[in-house]
């Protein structure tokens, strides 16, 4: 992903319905999670980064418990179908031609590392929704390009730096005027001079303002 700096709005609570678009899932998939306690909400509402997290580290155990009770109760399904009756064109992505589902604790290799293949779906799935996130921050306007950011204030941060340097010679003379010489001993009263220039410095710091518009 793109180097990007946000303020991101992840964290705020969100519809379920909000969620799942985010996710490109229905929303009675993730009711569904939430009801069964494998993803967490507060109310009827969710925060979307719990929503990744959970379901990142959930997904493998329900595909595991789905597996474990179709396995405990092997005796009660009916006999399968005979090969003249299997239709191959309507059986789900994750099915063979049995109809049986694919092993989720199958490993696959992904970026070097072996993992089960219900992980490697929960990662993707979970990049998938960073990426839509991602998407969502940018055009909401909470999340922009990092050298953008950084070029901008360094801009910013050499427009004070100059400023600055050129303060002392532009007071001086005003200053000098202001500044009161102490009677008994013929130097400037150093009194005098703080005020002086603690009062030139307040109104540089006055006409250098704020930011036109935050980055």
Not at 119 to 148: I, N, S, W
Not at 166 to 177: T, V
Request: hydrophobic fraction near 40%.
């Amino acid at each position: 992903m793109h180097d990007l700096m946000h303020d991101s709005p992840s964290d705020a609570l969100i519809t379920i319905s909000a969620a799942a678009r985010r996710l490109g899932i229905d929303r009675s998939v993730l009711s569904r999670q939430i009801k069964d306690g494998l993803v967490r909400s507060h109310g009827q509402k969710v925060i979307f980064s719990e929503v990744l997290a959970d379901r990142a580290a959930n997904i493998d155990l329900t595909r595991s418990g789905r597996r474990a009770g179709r396995a405990a109760h092997q005796d009660q399904r009916p006999a399968p179908p005979r090969a003249s009756d299997r239709a191959s064109p309507g059986a789900r992505p994750d099915e063979d031609n049995d109809g049986e589902e694919v092993d989720s604790q199958e490993t696959v290799l992904v970026d070097g590392k072996l993992m089960t293949l219900g992980k490697a779906r929960a990662l993707k799935e979970t990049y998938l929704a960073l990426l839509r996130q991602q998407e969502f921050d940018v055009k909401a306007g909470t999340l922009v390009d990092r050298a953008a950011a950084e070029k901008a204030f360094f801009e910013e941060a050499r427009v004070v730096r100059d400023g600055l340097l050129a303060w002392p010679a532009r007071i001086a003379i005003e200053a000098a005027e202001e500044i009161q010489i102490d009677r008994s001993t013929g130097k400037v009263d150093p009194r005098s001079l703080t005020a002086v220039l603690d009062r030139h410095m307040k109104q540089q710091l006055t006409e250098m303002g704020e930011p036109d518009s935050p980055v």
